[in-house]
């Protein structure tokens, strides 16, 4: 996906925002679900 965004725009700094765009809320999406599975069973949680 941001390959072709950076063919399509040519603007580098565009697909490197989009990626850590997704990078963040893929990190917060990640401790909110670990945070929910702990709750319910510690057993499974990542850390």
């Known amino acids: 996906m941001y390959f072709g965004l950076l063919i399509d ?3 580098i ?3 490197a925002a989009a990626g850590l765009y997704q990078s963040i809320l893929c990190l917060v999406t990640i401790t909110l679900c670990n945070k929910l599975v702990k709750k319910v069973n510690p057993d499974y949680a990542l850390y």
């Open 9 to 11: 725009t040519g603007d």
């Open 13 to 15: 700094g565009v697909s």
